[in-house]
């Protein structure tokens, strides 16, 4: 059997849909191919124990980009929200509790941090429009005579030059650094540097001393400047998936799930379709991978259709997964002693210091569980009661650290990690562990397993300023083209990273339109 398409989209993470939706709004023949059975990616909702429901992977939507969000308009398709804005509360070892945004409950702690984070959020604000055009579209070539990529390259620079020679001059200084040493000059409390500290590694396999960690933290500031915070939507974020599949539908586009691709199928050095696992042959001139560059490359197209060079750059794309996901079915409400009642409905930062999170890093670089592991708690069953039985409650755990491979394998160290976790989670929630019905940790091999991400790492491929830009994730296949021609990468392992921005699916479906333009 064997069908003919304009663009067939491997995968439909998020990304993919985005990628899906975009070309078949330009009138593109379109067809995706989702190896799960359902579509979305790490952006998925399912029960984990009976009538308990939660964002598998990625647990907290962050606001789109003006243009993208826009453009997909996903409230039209059926995307609603169960809370709009999720504030920050940054918890301390003894269970009190920071709201990042109370600056009465900051003062009482520490009046000169008051202004410090006002002065430092203004001075982010400015850093992240000034960047945010550096993340959107397609990064220009370096050192080529193409008339685009030296258009583009000088639109990028005026952007930032009109930063002001001040700030600019900040954002060259600091751009760099590891976000502890920023931090540090900048404030007091270690409480509020340490739930700074955490939104600048999450995800990442970095410390708050690692270099270039300040770049991360400014990509999350950078991916949507100026917009509201995270956002929970109804029914977890697989509704977000939904949404972005009726989209695509809309659009015109097809989407399969249950439909593993095998390989890319080449002919002449040229892509002519793809073969599904079951042997189905597909015909398309384009084809476009959601799967991380590793996956791409080496199992879906082969080695043997690159130069050596090329393999071996991929082969040391940096993808290993460090972050783990908890879910918890607890009886009644999580005891969080110090919480007012409202705050449940937060993101719960357990991260009391950034020298904490160093030696829960510490750990990792050695491939050992953290001793006491740093946490993004979220109780959404607080904000969306249809997730868990009436009187019971939901938790969504990101736990950062937790190695792709760990010493003496996850099988001896799984229930042990949890354990660890749980007793963590009992110094800010006394009796939280009694009322835990059932547990679900996913570890990054689990996360690999069940989303297809080879490593699980929420990026794809790190997040570090040598694999950003014109080398992410390597030079060759910055612009979302791959050198085989018709082949593209539109996942979060391409420009400008992960997190569910949608940036890397748009780029790819531009990068798609201008080569279709060419001559
Ligand atoms: C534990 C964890 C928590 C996270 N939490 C958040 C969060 O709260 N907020 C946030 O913004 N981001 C979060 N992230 C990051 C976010 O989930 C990812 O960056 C995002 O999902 C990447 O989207 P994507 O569409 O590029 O790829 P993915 O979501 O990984 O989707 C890729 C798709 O391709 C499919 N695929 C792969 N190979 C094939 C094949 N051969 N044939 C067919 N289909 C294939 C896969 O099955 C999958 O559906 C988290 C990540 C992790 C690991």
Redesign the pocket.
């Given at each position: 059997m064997s069908s003919r398409y304009d663009c067939v989209v491997?995968?439909?993470?998020?990304?993919?849909?985005v990628c899906a939706t975009l070309l078949a709004r330009a009138g593109r023949r379109v067809l995706v191919?989702?190896?799960?059975p359902q579509?979305?990616?790490?952006?998925v909702t399912r029960e984990f124990a009976p009538g308990f429901r939660v964002?598998a992977?990625?647990?907290?939507?962050?606001a789109m980009s003006a243009p993208l969000g826009r453009e997909l308009a996903l409230h039209r398709h059926g995307l609603e929200l169960a809370a709009a804005s999720v504030p920050t509360v940054a918890l301390a070892q003894d269970g009190q509790c920071l709201p990042l945004d109370d600056d009465a409950a900051l003062a009482a702690r520490s009046p000169a941090d008051v202004a410090a984070l006002a002065a430092w959020r203004a001075l982010q604000r400015r850093f992240a429009q000034a960047l945010h055009p550096l993340l959107t579209g397609i990064p220009p070539r370096l050192g080529t005579q193409d008339r685009a990529d030296r258009a583009r390259l000088l639109t990028l620079g005026w952007k930032l030059r009109r930063l002001g020679r001040d700030d600019l001059r900040e954002l060259l200084r600091v751009g760099g650094m590891c976000v502890h040493d920023l931090l540090e000059e900048r404030f007091e409390l270690p409480l509020l540097k340490g739930a700074l500290a955490l939104d600048a590694v999450l995800?990442t396999n970095l410390g708050p001393r690692s270099p270039g960690t300040v770049a991360s933290l400014l990509y999350r500031a950078a991916v949507a400047p100026g917009a509201g915070g995270?956002m929970l939507p109804a029914g977890g974020l697989g509704s977000f998936a939904q949404a972005l599949a009726r989209a695509a539908r809309a659009a015109g586009a097809q989407l399969r799930t249950a439909?593993?691709?095998?390989r890319v199928q080449v002919r002449e050095d040229r892509v002519t379709g793809v073969v599904l696992e079951g042997g189905e042959e597909i015909e398309a001139p384009t084809v476009i991978?959601?799967?991380?560059p590793r996956?791409t490359f080496l199992?879906?197209l082969g080695a043997e259709h690159l130069d050596a060079g090329f393999v071996r750059r991929v082969s040391q794309i940096r993808s290993r997964?460090m972050?783990?996901?908890l879910h918890l079915a607890v009886d009644g409400v999580p005891p969080f002693s110090e919480l007012p009642p409202q705050a449940l409905r937060g993101r719960l930062l357990f991260a009391p210091d950034s020298d904490y999170i160093e030696r829960a890093y510490n750990h990792s670089k050695y491939r050992e569980c953290s001793e006491q592991p740093v946490l993004e708690i979220t109780v959404p069953s607080a904000s969306d009661p249809t997730l868990a039985p009436a009187g019971k409650s939901v938790l969504s755990i990101?736990v950062q650290y937790a190695p792709h491979e760990v010493q003496g394998g996850w099988q001896g160290q799984r229930q042990a990690f949890t354990q660890r976790i749980l007793a963590t989670l009992e110094r800010c929630a006394p009796g939280l562990s009694p009322r835990v019905q059932a547990a679900q940790l996913?570890v990054?091999q689990d996360?690999e397993r069940e989303?297809?991400?080879q490593g699980?790492?929420?990026?794809?491929a790190e997040l570090a300023l040598d694999q950003f830009m014109m080398m992410r994730p390597v030079p060759g296949a910055a612009q979302y083209r791959a050198p085989v021609d018709g082949l593209y990468l539109?996942?979060?392992?391409s420009h400008p990273?992960?997190?569910?921005?949608g940036l890397?699916?748009r780029g790819c479906a531009l990068a798609v339109l201008r080569r279709s333009a060419e001559p």
């Open positions: 491997v995968g439909a993470g998020h990304n993919g849909l191919l989702e190896a799960a579509v979305g990616g790490a952006a964002s992977g990625a647990h907290l939507l962050p995800g995270a439909a593993p691709v095998a991978s959601n799967a991380d996956t199992r879906l997964g972050t783990a996901k990101v996913l990054p996360l989303f297809g991400n699980g790492h929420w990026h794809h539109c996942g979060a392992g990273g992960g997190g569910l921005t890397p699916g």
